[in-house]
């Protein structure tokens, strides 16, 4: 089954720089890319999510961009807040034989704590 | 529009009970998956449902199982309990598909003692 490897665990960046989070899957047939931000105690909530068929997309201060050869996706947030402190999980799904989608396989989160 | 709902929101158990856990998901929702999270492991995709079948399921034993109503409402249910199952539950609908565009409810906390 597919496999979600994220990195860094965790990632402390000055308010108002950038922050960069990796993550890398192994199945070849996923084609759906999504993240999801958790604040402490609170449930997951979607930021931005990619196709298989696209290599970047962007909305406001966030980025994801994906490298099919390489089999790696990454989150690009800029201009950090104290807001976007929290953790971020990546996560991949695929096709399967005879229609529909696999469930979502998680990377185990990266930590972003915004210095002031 | 009302969010994804859990109940209960807190669970405390003896290994070897069996429990069940609630969800109902957004008005309009017709697919809820169910997934576990721990500290260790973190999102585990249980499994899916879409109008009352199963559509998809991860890698977790026989003792997990769930159900879909009608109403979309599901539940799922763990028997024969283990210290292990001790986790967040999270159940998550979506309009897109099982696995597009996920809305989370706020989980329920089980623990296994």
């Known amino acids: 089954g597919e496999n979600v490897e994220q990195h860094p665990s965790t990632l402390s960046v000055q308010e108002g720089d950038s922050a960069v989070i990796k993550c890398t899957y192994s199945d070849s047939a996923s084609n759906y890319f999504p993240w999801y931000k958790q604040e402490l105690g609170k449930r997951p909530q979607l930021i931005i999510d990619i196709r298989s068929n696209v290599g970047e997309k962007k909305d406001q201060r966030i980025a994801v961009t994906l490298n099919k050869t390489a089999k790696h996706f990454s989150l690009h947030i800029t201009e950090t807040q104290p807001e976007d402190s929290a953790v971020y999980f990546c996560a991949a799904s695929g096709g399967k034989t005879g229609g529909g989608a696999d469930g979502l396989t998680f990377g185990k989160g990266t930590h972003l704590i915004i210095q002031p | 529009k009302a969010g994804v709902t859990q109940t209960p929101r807190y669970l405390i158990k003896t290994r070897g009970q069996q429990v069940t856990l609630s969800c109902s998901p957004i008005s309009g929702h017709r697919s809820v998956s169910w997934y576990q999270q721990t500290p260790g492991q973190g999102l585990q995709f249980l499994f899916e449902?879409?109008?009352?079948?199963?559509?998809n399921k991860g890698n977790f034993p026989g003792r997990f199982s769930g159900r879909q109503f009608s109403n979309s409402r599901s539940e799922m249910n763990v028997s024969t309990l283990e210290l292990g199952d001790s986790a967040l539950y999270l159940c998550?609908?979506?309009?897109?598909?099982?696995?597009?565009?996920?809305?989370f409810g706020s989980g329920t906390q089980l623990s296994v003692l």
């Open positions: 449902y879409f109008s009352e079948t199963q559509r």
């Open positions: 998550a609908s979506s309009l897109a598909g099982g696995r597009e565009k996920l809305f």
